[in-house]
């Protein structure tokens, strides 16, 4: 799995925070067990197709997740700025 600690990631909401480690964790044991399941003598490629599949579904799921998290980060920052605004009109 590629690393990403390159990519600067802060959680706006702790439930995404905890499911983008869930789904992280999913990635992680599908590359695992693709891996033992290539090595194996007889690998099954239905198997590596589903485990594939899974994993695809997870990364995307991962990469919406922040992708709404910077979201909700703009709208926050933007409410902030309004409202330092406002103050310093009155």
Request: with cysteine; hydrophobic share 40%.
């Amino acid at each position: 799995m590629p690393d990403r600690g390159a990519e600067h990631y802060s959680p706006t909401c702790m439930l995404s925070h905890h499911f983008i480690n869930q789904l992280s964790a999913i990635v992680g044991n599908c590359d695992i067990l693709k891996d033992r399941s290539e090595r194996a003598e007889a690998p099954d490629p239905d198997c590596v197709r589903r485990l594939a599949v899974i994993r695809d579904i997870a990364l995307a799921l991962i990469t919406e997740m922040r992708e709404c998290a910077g979201d909700l980060d703009l709208q926050a920052k933007a409410a902030v700025l309004c409202r330092t605004l406002q103050g310093i009109k009155r």
